[in-house]
């Protein structure tokens, strides 16, 4: 059966520093990789994904994230994060991309001045 | 705009009464999902459809129902709902081939 793991409940950044949101998966084929953002109160956004080729992809609002066969991650990061960032985040996996989708714990990130 | 409708947004309701979250989607998206967050457990899969009258099972099935007689909707049945059943629902929907989900704004929902 597939797995996520974020191993990280709460992180805390100040503003204009680096962000790296870790994610672990488990999945015996080629996996389906995403990052999803959720502020307060809101749904699910999708930062990111990843299924084939270039394992560096390019999401929205200054995200990237890396996919590593050999470690099994698929980390997320930003090079300088905003306070509108602050959000939980959820890394997720699936069999096909849309059929069976687990989902990570999530990553709650508080922004500080 | 293209989005996933999800009504209501809040719903308490008692043990017992059955109940159905509508979701609906503009898309003519293929694939259609319904999620519930808890706090801690992360998002856990309920159901998914692939297709008109085409659905299975996520993690955790226990005490749902759902159907997929038309393409743009995927209501969720709560036939006798239980307290352990007070979560945050969200539908979700993607199209073949573009890979992700598109979500609802979510259904807050408390069985008393």
């Known amino acids: 059966a597939q797995s996520v793991t974020q191993p990280d409940i709460h992180i805390t950044v100040s503003e204009g520093a680096s962000l790296e949101l870790r994610c672990n998966y488990s999945?015996?084929?080629?996996?389906?990789l995403f990052w999803y953002v959720q502020s307060p109160g809101q749904g699910l956004q999708l930062l990111l994904k990843?299924?084939?080729?270039?394992?560096l992809v390019q999401g929205i609002k200054g995200f990237e994230a890396e996919f590593k066969r050999s470690q099994s991650s698929f980390n997320l990061r930003k090079p300088s994060v905003h306070w509108s960032d602050a959000a939980e985040y959820f890394c997720?996996?699936?069999?096909?991309?849309?059929?069976?989708?687990?989902f990570g714990t999530g990553t709650k990130l508080q922004v500080i001045p | 705009e293209a989005q996933v409708t999800q009504n209501p947004r809040y719903l308490i309701t008692v043990t017992g009464k059955k109940l159905t979250v509508t979701c609906s989607q503009n898309?003519?998206?293929?694939?259609m999902s319904w999620y519930r967050q808890d706090p801690g457990l992360g998002l856990r899969q309920i159901y998914y459809?692939?297709?008109?009258?085409?659905?299975d099972k996520g993690d955790v099935p226990e005490g749902y129902k759902v159907s997929r007689k038309e393409k743009r909707n995927f209501p969720l049945i709560l036939e006798s709902p239980s307290p352990n059943q007070t979560s945050l629902y969200f539908c979700?929907?993607?199209?073949?081939?573009?890979?992700?989900?598109?979500f609802g704004s979510g259904t807050r929902l408390t069985v008393v």
């Open positions: 898309m003519n998206h293929e694939y």
């Open positions: 979700a929907s993607s199209s073949e081939g573009n890979y992700g989900y598109t």
């Open positions: 999945y015996g084929a080629t996996p389906y």
């Open positions: 459809s692939m297709n008109v009258e085409v659905t």
């Open positions: 997720a996996v699936g069999a096909g991309g849309y059929q069976k989708v687990t």
């Open positions: 990843y299924f084939s080729g270039d394992t």
